[in-house]
């Protein structure tokens, strides 16, 4: 009879089974970003040889598809347009989704919960429906085919979901605080923002990673309002000038959406504790 | 004629001024000069990313230099181009947007013909000048009796056959689609099977119509009200279809996209694939051994000889919003005197659709060995809605992938009755919704 595990092997066969777990989850999330990593460093020529594994590389890597997203396409204009408009509707997602929750939340607003559920309805109506009444308006406010265009319909979407996720947030905070603080000589926007939103700053970041990300990866929109190539964001510049009709330019394809996925996947690690924070805090409320 | 003794000096005036504008624009049209008052006027146009990159460097370059010689700003703005509906639809709803509007496949002028210039003075006039058009052109602009677009070209999708494979297993050009079926069935076993996408793309629309058309069969009657769909033809076809599939394809080609026969083509496997010449041209980069063996075949013919080549259509329209009509004709007019130009640029990639520019042999593919059987194509070149033209439900049925659909069902084992059924039913309540409407 084998002997009796002793408690160091329990804890090794516990964490065994755990990581043996967690590793085909591991392996989903992680192989499209290695995928698209070397296809970016492959050359042309490599991604169609059916000869060999096509897991590492069977030529030398190369910078050229680098070369053609840099010199031959709009490709820096294209991130800087995409991070300042993200920046703006960040900013605007902010200003109006803190105080929406806030109120909705906190002021005792006779039949706030169906407002706020109203609100978080229209995030759900799709882009599709929405962007032919929004061309009218882009049009009306003369910025068609401006990047500005963007900054005004981006926050159709991420202001109703920030709204809802704030407001959940701030049913979280105990009214006893905020009564604490007018009781000490604050004013309701004096509680707002020197108690309320300093404990509530993970649902504030995670606000700001949603309305920012969101406003990143949106098509249609960009599709619809920006033709100019110089006015486009990343996701519609991209497949503009990288894919010609039935002609993917793959390595730079992938160049691309690494040199922008990357980064913002880095910064979202910093903040994964909060935002965990932030995406739960409403949670049971 | 005009009685001498009622002509008045308002008449006269009247009468003189037309005589003088009307030879003005002929001695224009005649100097290829855009008139004076386009000058100062801006230009924006819309169209596709083309496949071949130079091209579009040179059409913005060719756009911009005719602008700066006509006192003209233009502005070129390129989009994906299964994008361009949506761009059209968003532009549409706004009443505002670019000045001419590139249609690339999906072909929308019944759609939007109310919100389009009529444009016949230019079709006209560059028809006229060029010999005319294919017959095949005018339905695709053409709304009762008159017509709201300029056809800019065309893209054809041949056979892309490995000759070195079919020498080795000692087979004879597909050269008939029962050829290129036997083909397949040799060099499958070979570890070298076909593909077309039975799945919902472009091509899939476009590669089984040429086969059902080549079989014999039409969606539509000349007049392009009445379904042709429920014939012995498209029987023929959707049995044959299953059978290639069976015998000559791997599974694969049930998520297949327009770019993946490129990718099966460059990677080696393929024996043959039907699509636009862009698979043959990027596999010189991609795999060049590929290339060298790879060889461009006719249209291959239906069981009674019959060869029709469905090509994706491209179209330039002038939206009615636009300020700029006068300046967006002169433009369209300009683009198509330099139609030849374009077809250069484009490494005979853009066929044309005026009878002057298929004198033989045409820039490019007259002149490389492997290409010079696209010359043959324009006889047997056929748009969507063939024999009838490209009308609002047929619109609608290649939109949805009906055809398609009704050929996948089949190579996914539906019995051919069902498919008929399935099929008929989609392309009448599609047929009937639009003769409510």
Same mark, same amino acid.
């Given at each position: 009879m084998a002997a009796p595990l002793t408690a160091r092997q329990k804890d090794f066969r516990r964490h065994l089974l755990i990581y043996a777990g967690l590793i085909p989850f591991v392996v989903i999330a992680v192989f499209p970003i290695y995928w698209m990593a070397i296809t970016a460093f492959k050359h042309e020529s490599d991604l169609y040889r059916m000869d060999s594994i096509p897991f590492w590389f069977n030529l030398p890597p190369t910078l050229k598809n680098f070369e053609i997203l840099f010199y031959q396409t709009n490709y820096g204009a294209w991130i800087v347009n995409t991070m300042t408009i993200s920046a703006w509707v960040a900013l605007i997602t902010l200003l109006t989704a803190v105080p929406a929750g806030y109120a909705l939340a906190r002021l005792r607003l006779p039949g706030a919960e169906n407002i706020g559920i109203s609100i978080f309805m229209t995030y759900?109506?799709?882009?599709?429906?929405?962007?032919?009444?929004?061309?009218?308006?882009?049009?009306?406010?003369?910025?068609?085919?401006?990047?500005?265009?963007?900054?005004?319909?981006?926050?159709?979407?991420?202001?109703?979901?920030?709204?809802?996720?704030?407001?959940?947030?701030?049913?979280?905070?105990?009214?006893?605080?905020e009564e604490a603080a007018r009781v000490d000589g604050c004013g309701q926007f004096g509680a707002l923002v020197r108690v309320v939103l300093p404990v509530s700053l993970p649902g504030v970041l995670t606000s700001v990673i949603f309305a920012f990300t969101l406003s990143m990866q949106d098509f249609l929109y960009g599709l619809a309002f920006v033709a100019p190539g110089d006015q486009k964001p990343v996701p519609v510049g991209v497949p503009t000038e990288l894919i010609r009709g039935d002609v993917f330019f793959w390595g730079s394809l992938m160049g691309a959406a690494l040199l922008v996925g990357l980064p913002v996947a880095i910064l979202y690690n910093f903040f994964l504790d909060r935002f965990i924070q932030g995406i739960t805090g409403g949670l049971g409320k | 004629m005009m009685d001498p003794s009622t002509l008045n000096r308002r008449k006269f005036l009247s009468v003189a001024g037309a005589g003088v504008a009307g030879g003005s624009l002929l001695t224009m049209l005649d100097a290829r000069q855009a008139p004076a008052q386009i000058r100062g006027t801006t230009l924006r146009i819309l169209q596709w990313s083309h496949f071949i990159p130079a091209y579009d460097a040179w059409f913005d370059k060719f756009a911009k230099e005719w602008g700066d010689k006509n %006192? *003209?700003?233009?502005?070129?703005?390129?989009?994906?181009?299964?994008?361009?509906?949506?761009? =059209?639809?968003?532009?549409?709803?706004?009443?505002?947007?670019?000045?001419?509007?590139?249609?690339?496949?999906?072909?929308?002028?019944?759609?939007?013909?109310?919100?389009?210039?009529?444009?016949?003075?230019?079709?006209?006039?560059?028809?006229?000048?060029?010999?005319?058009?294919?017959?095949?052109?005018?339905?695709? *602009?053409?709304?009762?009796?008159?017509?709201?677009?300029?056809? =800019?070209?065309?893209?054809?999708?041949? =056979?892309?056959?490995?000759?070195?494979?079919?020498?080795?297993?000692?087979?004879?050009?597909?050269?008939?689609?029962?050829?290129?079926? *036997?083909?397949?069935?040799?060099?499958?076993?070979? %570890?070298?099977?076909?593909?077309?996408?039975?799945?919902?793309?472009?091509?899939?629309?476009?590669?089984?119509r040429s086969l059902l058309f080549s079989f014999g069969g039409a969606e539509a009657d000349a007049s392009g009200d009445n379904i042709l769909i429920d014939s012995k033809e498209m029987r023929e076809a959707l049995r044959f279809a299953k059978a290639l599939f069976d015998e000559g394809m791997t599974a694969e080609v049930f998520s297949w996209d327009d770019a993946s026969d490129?990718?099966?083509?460059?990677? %080696?496997?393929?024996?043959?694939?039907?699509?636009?010449?862009?698979?043959?041209?990027?596999?010189?980069?991609?795999?060049?051994?590929?290339?060298?063996?790879?060889?461009?075949?006719?249209?291959?013919?239906?069981?009674?000889?019959?060869?029709?080549?469905?090509?994706?259509?491209?179209?330039?329209?002038?939206?009615?919003?636009?300020?700029?009509?006068?300046?967006?004709?002169?433009?369209?007019?300009?683009?198509?005197?330099?139609?030849?130009? %374009?077809?250069?640029?484009?490494?005979?990639?853009?066929?044309?659709?005026?009878?002057?520019?298929?004198?033989?042999?045409?820039? *490019?593919?007259?002149?490389?060995?492997k290409m010079q059987i696209l010359q043959d194509f324009p006889k047997i070149v056929a748009f969507y809605g063939y024999p009838g033209p490209f009308t609002t439900p047929i619109q609608e049925v290649v939109n949805l992938y009906v055809l398609p659909d009704m050929f996948t069902r089949a190579a996914r084992g539906h019995a051919i009755e069902d498919v008929m059924k399935w099929g008929m039913g989609e392309y009448r309540r599609i047929y009937a919704k639009h003769k409510r409407a």
């Open positions: 759900l109506v799709p882009g599709i429906i929405l962007f032919l009444p929004l061309s009218r308006v882009v049009a009306t406010l003369g910025l068609q085919d401006s990047w500005w265009a963007l900054v005004v319909v981006y926050p159709t979407f991420t202001v109703p979901f920030c709204t809802w996720l704030m407001m959940g947030f701030f049913k979280t905070v105990p009214m006893e605080m | %006192g *003209v700003k233009v502005r070129v703005d390129h989009i994906p181009h299964l994008e361009l509906p949506a761009r =059209m639809a968003a532009e549409f709803a706004a009443g505002a947007g670019h000045d001419i509007i590139h249609n690339g496949s999906s072909i929308l002028t019944r759609l939007y013909y109310k919100s389009l210039v009529d444009i016949s003075d230019v079709f006209g006039s560059v028809g006229r000048k060029y010999g005319g058009w294919i017959p095949a052109a005018k339905p695709l *602009v053409e709304v009762e009796g008159r017509q709201y677009g300029v056809p =800019m070209f065309y893209i054809l999708l041949p =056979m892309l056959y490995r000759k070195d494979l079919f020498d080795a297993a000692g087979l004879k050009a597909p050269d008939t689609w029962e050829l290129a079926r *036997v083909a397949a069935r040799t060099l499958k076993p070979k %570890g070298h099977p076909t593909g077309i996408q039975f799945s919902q793309c472009a091509d899939a629309n476009l590669n089984w490129n990718r099966f083509l460059a990677s %080696g496997i393929g024996c043959w694939i039907h699509d636009a010449i862009s698979a043959y041209r990027t596999t010189e980069d991609t795999n060049p051994p590929v290339f060298k063996n790879t060889v461009i075949g006719l249209e291959p013919a239906g069981p009674a000889g019959k060869r029709v080549s469905v090509a994706a259509a491209n179209v330039y329209m002038i939206w009615k919003f636009s300020k700029n009509q006068q300046t967006a004709k002169e433009f369209l007019t300009h683009f198509m005197d330099n139609d030849l130009a %374009g077809m250069t640029q484009s490494r005979g990639y853009n066929m044309p659709y005026l009878e002057a520019n298929y004198k033989k042999p045409m820039p *490019v593919i007259g002149t490389d060995p």
